[in-house]
């Protein structure tokens, strides 16, 4: 198979199960127990013909083995005695899979192709399920284990020998007597899983695909791989009927031959040559399709995004009405570690870069995401399950073993509790399922090594890149099911599940999401481990990356909560305008309270709005002072005491008892509302539409979106998984809103919202308190309001900002009504102003002290991209990383005219390099490799003149001081290269010291919150000392970090933004004189910092700020490469109303 084709694979058609390849499930109500088999309950469909029609010809022996690698695809004969297999705790594999990038050789191996759980579709009808539970007194009265003692378990009256129900009686009897009392006692019936496993064994036909470049670059409207575009059609339309009314449209991959219409069906043979009374020969069973990105021109060197190209890889099941799927496993994997030769010790000394980490993403918002060191429990919510299970339930895994469905959800027997969670390690786990898994991540996971070392000799903080190989699995979208990722305790075993949870088989087929495995080396990426994956994900869904720009603006939630009224939000509008001289406010937004009950949204409180067009009369107010007007909702969400619970209560999810499902509780329980029902649909759009479109608000805060797919079967249609019912609900939401609209999702289930959200909430709500304050408990890891929880999460997921959507953290809190202490504030402030996420403040903006104040305004305004965090996979800090890093450039990718204006739109570049990136970084077809070195998202650029630096925070998460300590070789760029591939030619550039390049000169380090210079020698940088600051319990410091010259006056820092640098709009240095004119758009008071060399007489140089006469002051001298120097400081004012001369400062010898 040529490799010049962009992606290569094969469709591998499975054999069909018949009764004698499948579990005969326990007998339904009412049958014999001796006479229960598939016949009984027919769950797949079954040709009983002997005669192979030639089919068989195509069935390969046990011997082939399906083997893929980034050099091709392929199926190949082995004998079984000569075969050479990688050591792996499983020796019965199906398929294996390395990348050549990782010198650690990893290996990856699945012993199955493909295993399916089933039940009867009657099985997953709420008529089977829904029982009575108002005689259950009868199950203690009778004295029988009514849901087991088919099985025999042992303990009951039944099993023992006692009662009426006892073993003397015979086997046809008994099993007509427990169904008997089964029903008397209203317990609810079992459920009959099978499941079905393919390997190579069941291979019924191969053939080959590809996909070749279209390339044209430019025509970004062409089918890309993997692309979810959807079509056009309305999706709101009442009358329609739910499984014609999803529109889902097959992507590029699809619709590669054979694919988009597969023949379930088809008889053997020429069609045309058969005639009418030739049956038809056995169903097609599933078809699974794998594919490889294949490097474009052979003759070129392998970049390194070519060294570590992922498998992907989907599956394809055949409908039918006899049967509901419960999961797919896609992959059952083992990780096998090659030994390799360390290098410069003994042959006998060897190195397995064993897993030390892995990163968990959460199902939603709230949820937990992070990394967790490896054998240390997953961190989970402290709450019981009736009060959180539903903020956290993703994808349910239901293994063929379970044989019970408990009274509100399914249980998929995942342990949270960390004294009950399983601890099977390694090779004593035989089966790696729900119940085994020791951790379990919703739609990725990220398994990675330190190295051979698990901390550094002298404390400092472990880096990402220091470490060895990293394996990336999970899916590329979350439309088709909600999929999970199950792993053990010691992540050498990991299976990859797509969750139907009972999703009945009646629509023309039923196919999973692409599924994603990916192998990379620390060598590979610039960032982290996960950078290709996240952007194939933004690829792959049309992610809507920073088309509508940055957000800085202000929530009424967190001091009115749901006290507010027209008087309260309009004041707070007047004092956001008068602020805007200070910090640029666009958006004001209205949050929960202004309704009388949830799901009753045109039902204003009494007495607190307007009553004549209220909501209109105040998202006009708010726009009149210059800010976009924002409205919170939860359309898929209502009170129990509401309006529309009472009148339509068939609108609400019923669990698999019939009774309401269970939603969590937020301060209180309320009703899901079923996706897949047209009326509800109906009603949602117009909820939308009327906010939108009547009521003039431009922002919509969608919060509790996660209840339009409750568990449970009580919906109107039960041919939908959960999944394809909240996408569905999102399509009506952005049918509803418009192109234009702002959407922030909330309380959302992130990986279908991926092309739908332009904002996503990405923690926890934000509390008043660091730790959940009492009664709540403060050890959850969970879904409760913390700063804490609302930090990890936002650090943690940062490299989702800008390639999915623009990140919400939650808001800032600045007022003195919360327990923050200066530090958490500084703190809270310092991460969102490093990871580029929207910037809202949530107090009674007439209350906030000047002092807190200032702390937003010199975050203010975002630069608009993201820092990288150094230590995310490595964090050893309840996945709480510590460094994050950010670069900075006077060349901009973009054009010079940019650096001539530094007025221009930030937003609109800031569009341009992430359509940029999530098309080029993306396994699409239609691109080239770029380098993955690029730096556009966590690079922003300055005046001509300022040079390159980096800018790195480092954050003490302890509850007590400590010395942090951290790499200094990490906190600089590797070279003036590496900006220079931006795309600004390497002589264009700056002829000062690049950062990293190797000169005697050392660097400047200025601390941004302290006000603190110190200069560092490169001999640190030779020796890879540390950087060490003590910092006091929840403290952050940002350093801003500048190669020296010696000969050259040099711009060091200032404390009016935390870039050092973002603040500029020029900066000249001439022989005689320095030149500073600061950007003068907003009112800022502070200094800046300067180097000035003392041979030039710069030490009683003339000071001018603003036109009139200025002062400095000498704070250092330090010595560089020999010559003297001096660090100065120059208190600045900025007014911020555009005068001549405002904002400018003159330094003359």
């Not at 221009?904 to 490799?929: F, M, Y």
């Not at 003490?956 to 760029?973: G, K, Y």
């Not at 009112?1083 to 009683?1100: E, I, R, T, W």
Request: proline share 5%; net charge negative; charged share 20%.
């Amino acid at each position: 198979m040529s490799s010049l084709s962009n992606y290569a694979g094969w469709i591998f058609r499975l054999n069909l199960p018949t009764s004698s390849s499948a579990a005969s499930p326990p007998a339904a109500d009412g049958e014999d127990c001796d006479n229960a088999n598939l016949e009984g309950v027919q769950l797949l469909s079954q040709n009983k013909s002997e005669e192979s029609n030639g089919i068989n010809d195509h069935i390969p022996s046990p011997s082939y083995l399906a083997e893929l690698c980034p050099q091709g695809v392929s199926v190949t004969t082995l004998d079984q005695s000569e075969a050479t297999q990688p050591q792996s705790p499983s020796q019965n594999w199906s398929w294996s899979f390395s990348s050549q990038s990782c010198p650690s050789k990893w290996n990856v191996t699945s012993s199955k192709l493909l295993s399916v759980t089933y039940r009867p579709a009657h099985e997953a009808h709420p008529s089977y399920t829904n029982i009575s539970r108002s005689r259950e007194y009868w199950n203690k009265s009778v004295g029988s284990c009514v849901t087991c003692c088919d099985a025999g378990c042992g303990k009951c009256s039944t099993c023992l020998g006692g009662g009426s129900g006892g073993s003397s009686q015979s086997p046809k009897r008994r099993g007509k007597w427990s169904s008997m009392k089964r029903t008397m006692s209203g317990a609810p019936k079992p459920i009959h899983r099978v499941k079905v496993d393919y390997t190579v064994e069941d291979i019924m036909h191969i053939e080959p695909v590809s996909a070749a470049n279209t390339g044209d670059e430019k025509d970004l409207s062409s089918p890309k791989f993997g692309s979810c575009s959807d079509g056009s059609q309305s999706i709101i339309d009442s009358g329609a009927k739910p499984n014609k009314d999803i529109g889902f449209e097959l992507s590029a991959m699809d619709k590669w031959d054979n694919l988009q219409s597969p023949p379930w069906n088809s008889k053997d043979g020429d069609a045309k040559k058969l005639g009418e009374d030739q049956k038809e020969v056995k169903h097609w069973g599933p078809i699974l399709t794998f594919a490889i990105p294949c490097q474009d021109d052979e003759s070129k060197e392998p970049t390194a995004k070519d060294k570590c190209q992922p498998l992907l890889w989907k599956v394809h099941h055949p409908p039918n009405p006899n049967v509901a799927l419960d999961s797919f496993l896609l992959m059952e994997g083992a990780l096998n570690l090659h030994m390799q030769n360390l290098q410069g010790k003994s042959s006998s000394s060897f190195d397995y870069d064993v897993p030390t980490n892995v990163y968990v993403n959460g199902y939603q918002s709230w949820s937990f995401a992070g990394s967790v060191v490896q054998g240390e429990p997953q961190p989970g919510s402290a709450m019981p399950d009736v009060l959180s299970g539903a903020f956290n339930r993703g994808g349910v895994v239901l293994s063929g073993d379970h044989a019970s469905c408990d009274g509100d959800s399914w249980s998929d027997n995942f342990e949270t509790a960390t004294n009950t969670r399983n601890t099977n390690s390694m090779d004593d786990v035989e089966e790696l399922n729900a119940t085994t898994a020791f951790y379990k991540s919703d739609m990725f996971a990220c398994i990675s090594s330190n190295g051979t070392t698990s901390q550094h000799d002298d404390g400092r903080i472990l880096l990402d890149e220091e470490g060895g190989p990293a394996l990336i699995t999970g899916f590329l979208s979350q439309r088709k099911q909600y999929g999970v990722v199950c792993m053990d305790k010691g992540l050498r075993h990991f299976n990859l599940f797509a969750c139907h949870e009972g999703q009945v088989a009646t629509r023309n087929d039923i196919s999973s999401d692409w599924a994603y495995l990916q192998i990379v080396d620390s060598s590979c990426y610039d960032e982290e481990a996960m950078v290709y994956y996240i952007h194939a994900c933004g690829d792959h869904n049309d992610a809507r990356a920073m088309e509508k720009g940055l957000t800085y603006g202000w929530c009424s939630w967190y001091h009115y909560y749901e006290n507010i009224d027209h008087d309260s939000l309009s004041k707070n509008a007047h004092v956001l305008n008068k602020a805007k001289s200070k910090i640029g406010f666009n958006l004001c937004l209205v949050d929960d309270g202004y309704m009388t009950s949830w799901g009753d949204w045109t039902s204003l409180k009494p007495g607190k709005f307007v009553k004549e067009g209220g909501m209109r009369v105040l998202a006009d107010a708010i726009r009149s002072k210059g800010m976009q007007p924002g409205v919170w909702l939860a359309p898929f969400a209502c009170d129990k005491n509401s309006k529309l619970a009472k009148d339509h209560p068939d609108w609400i999810i019923r669990n698999d008892s019939g009774r309401y499902s269970n939603s969590a509780n937020c301060g209180k329980f309320f009703y899901g509302l079923d996706a897949t029902n047209p009326e509800v649909r109906k009603h949602v759009y117009d909820t939308i539409h009327r906010a939108v479109h009547e009521w003039g608000f431009d922002v919509l805060k969608l919060d509790f979106l996660y209840a339009s797919c409750l568990a449970g079967n009580g919906k109107y249609d039960n041919t939908m998984s959960r999944a394809e019912a909240f996408y569905l609900g999102l399509r009506t939401i952005r049918e509803a809103a418009g192109d234009e609209t702002f959407i922030i999702g909330c309380g959302c289930p992130l990986g279908t919202a991926i092309g739908w959200a332009d904002g996503m909430r990405v923690s926890c709500d934000t509390g008043p308190t660091w730790l959940p304050e009492f009664p709540l408990p403060h050890w959850d890891n969970g879904t409760l309001p913390s700063l804490r929880g609302m930090l990890r999460n936002t650090l943690s997921r940062s490299v989702l900002g800008h390639r999915w959507w623009h990140n919400d953290p939650d808001c800032v809190l600045l007022g003195n009504t919360t327990k923050h202490t200066d530090n958490e504030v500084i703190s809270a402030a310092s991460v969102v102003g490093m990871t580029g996420g929207m910037f809202l403040l949530s107090d009674d903006m007439e209350k906030v002290s000047d002092a807190r104040l200032s702390v937003a305004r010199k975050i203010f305004p975002l630069t608009g991209v993201t820092a990288v965090p150094l230590d995310l996979h490595s964090t050893m800090n309840g996945g709480m990383p510590s460094v994050l890093r950010l670069w900075c450039t006077e060349k901009s990718i973009m054009t010079d005219e940019v650096n001539g204006n530094f007025e221009v739109d930030v937003s609109g570049i800031l569009r341009e390099q992430a359509s940029k990136l999530q098309t080029e970084v993306g396994w699409s077809p239609r691109n080239n490799n770029i380098d993955p070195y690029s730096r556009e998202r966590s690079c922003f650029f300055v005046a001509p003149g300022l040079g390159s630096w980096t800018v790195a925070s480092l954050s003490n998460w302890m509850s007590h001081s400590t010395t942090m300590s951290v790499s200094f070789a990490a906190l600089v760029a590797h070279s003036i290269q590496d900006f220079a591939a931006m795309g600004a030619p390497k002589d264009s550039i700056s002829s000062s010291a690049g950062p990293g390049e190797k000169s005697e000169n050392g660097y400047h380090v200025f601390s941004f919150w302290s006000s603190e210079y110190v200069w560092i020698p490169h001999e640190t940088l030779v020796d890879n000392s540390p950087l060490v600051k003590k910092l006091e319990s929840h403290q952050t410091e940002i350093f801003h970090i500048k190669p020296a010259d010696p000969t050259s006056c040099q711009y060091i820092g200032s404390d009016l933004h935390f870039s050092c640098g973002f603040e500029v709009s020029s900066f000249v240095a001439g022989e005689k004189r320095v030149l500073i004119e600061l950007k003068n758009n907003y009112a800022k008071k502070g200094s800046v910092y300067l180097y000035l060399p003392v041979g030039k007489k710069f030490d009683n140089a003339t000071v001018e700020v603003n036109g009139a006469e200025g002062s400095m002051e000498i704070i250092a001298r330090p010595t560089l490469g020999g010559n003297e120097g001096v660090v100065v400081r120059v208190p600045v004012v900025i007014k911020g109303t555009g005068e001549e001369n405002d904002g400018v400062v003159s330094i003359s010898c």
